[in-house]
């Protein structure tokens, strides 16, 4: 997942702004200004236009960029393959059919779509540095990047749900959780990121960039982009944290919400084998929205001044790459069914081989 903003708050915001407007138009600003910062220079052997943007991801470890290049690939291979045995596993089994796997299909598939929009321009920018991306592909990226976050918030909060209803109203789980309601809720997650992602790329491109056009980081994001605009843009980055309160603290809470309400009805349970039973079915979702919120909010608690580019790039990485690569292995190693699916299916597949 992203952080939206990582926004100057109080004087210092007053200051970033005054120093955009009195810049120079062909000055480099002083975060550009570090010693081997841009090994690879924007449009370097004519590799771009001068209005391209040059992602410069990685740019203080040159010597580790093959390195880097073969450990992102494998991940993301491991990311792909991953998340697409959940959707072919989801899609066939007929034993994975409920809800929570409807969900899980959609999560594998949310995934898979994060990292087609995140790995192949870093492979790109490690394998060829100085490389252009046009505005309008920087711009698609932003988009996808940021509908993606928001849909992702939005189906975690869904699945939360649906473990709340099939825990805590079991004998009205059937009528509640229908297959119209899923598809519905499932619709609404992805179309949900369209709208305000649309907004906040079209602001963000609309304000004028100046002096060298090097991003500090492997993929367009909003804070990376806004260090590159030579206007006030405080108000764009009032809403931006108003709208990153919106998609991201208000389905955590809901989401803790449904959580509590579980452990309630768990505590009252009888049986321990049934609150065990009742437990293990959240433990693959609460992991996932852990590991979700966790590095997310790395960013977003820790204080402005303790940033650089290179940490965040590092942060960066655990929810572009990382996370999307451990849901599959956090479903599948903690799931029975998912591992009894695996095996069904495989079966089936060597069964029927000879005959064929």
Not at 52 to 59: E, I, R, T
Not at 129 to 156: K, M, N
Not at 211 to 240: M, W
């Given at each position: 997942m992203i952080s939206w903003f990582q926004g100057s708050g109080g004087r210092h915001s007053h200051w970033v702004s005054a120093n955009r407007l009195l810049r120079p138009p062909g000055s480099m600003p002083a975060a550009w200004a570090l010693p081997g910062a841009l090994d690879a220079p924007p449009c370097a052997n004519q590799?771009?236009?001068?209005?391209?943007?040059?992602?410069?991801?990685?740019?203080?470890?040159?010597?580790?960029?093959?390195?880097?290049?073969?450990?992102?690939?494998?991940?993301?291979?491991?990311?792909?393959?991953?998340?697409?045995?959940?959707?072919?596993?989801?899609?066939?089994?007929p034993a994975l059919r409920s809800p929570m796997y409807f969900f899980l299909r959609h999560l594998a598939l949310l995934e898979i779509s994060f990292s087609l929009n995140i790995a192949p321009r870093l492979l790109v920018t490690l394998l060829r540095?100085?490389?252009?991306?046009?505005?309008?592909?920087?711009?698609?990226?932003?988009?996808?990047?940021?509908?993606?976050?928001?849909?992702?918030?939005?189906?975690?909060?869904?699945?939360?749900?649906?473990?709340?209803?099939?825990?805590?109203?079991?004998?009205?789980?059937g009528a509640i959780m229908t297959p119209r309601l899923c598809h519905l809720l499932a619709a609404t997650c992805w179309l949900a990121g369209v709208p305000v992602s649309l907004v906040f790329t079209v602001w963000l491109f609309s304000f004028p960039?100046?002096?060298?056009?090097?991003?500090?980081?492997?993929?367009?994001?909003?804070?990376?982009?806004?260090?590159?605009?030579?206007?006030?843009?405080?108000?764009?980055?009032?809403?931006?944290?108003?709208a990153t309160v919106l998609v991201i603290m208000v389905p955590f809470c809901l989401i803790a919400m449904s959580y509590i309400g579980v452990l309630v009805t768990v505590l009252r349970m009888p049986s321990a084998t049934g609150r065990h039973k009742a437990l293990s079915t959240c433990a693959s979702h609460l992991i996932v929205v852990v590991l979700f919120y966790g590095t997310t909010g790395v960013i977003h608690l820790r204080p402005k001044a303790s940033y650089s580019p290179e940490s965040k790039q590092v942060v960066s990485l655990s929810y572009t790459l990382v996370t999307p690569m451990l849901n599959p292995l956090i479903y599948s190693l903690r799931n029975k069914e998912v591992k009894a699916a695996l095996g069904r299916v495989c079966c089936h597949r060597q069964e029927s081989g000879p005959h064929e």
């Open positions: 590799s771009c236009t001068p209005r391209d943007l040059v992602l410069l991801g990685f740019a203080h470890v040159p010597t580790l960029r093959p390195l880097l290049a073969a450990l992102f690939l494998a991940t993301f291979l491991l990311t792909l393959l991953g998340n697409a045995l959940i959707v072919l596993l989801t899609a066939l089994d540095p100085g490389r252009g991306v046009s505005p309008t592909g920087c711009a698609l990226q932003l988009l996808f990047v940021l509908s993606c976050v928001t849909s992702e918030c939005f189906l975690l909060t869904a699945m939360a749900w649906d473990r709340y209803v099939a825990i805590c109203r079991p004998l009205r789980y960039f100046c002096g060298p056009r090097g991003i500090r980081h492997f993929f367009c994001d909003i804070a990376p982009l806004l260090s590159l605009v030579c206007a006030d843009t405080r108000v764009f980055e009032s809403n931006v944290l108003a």
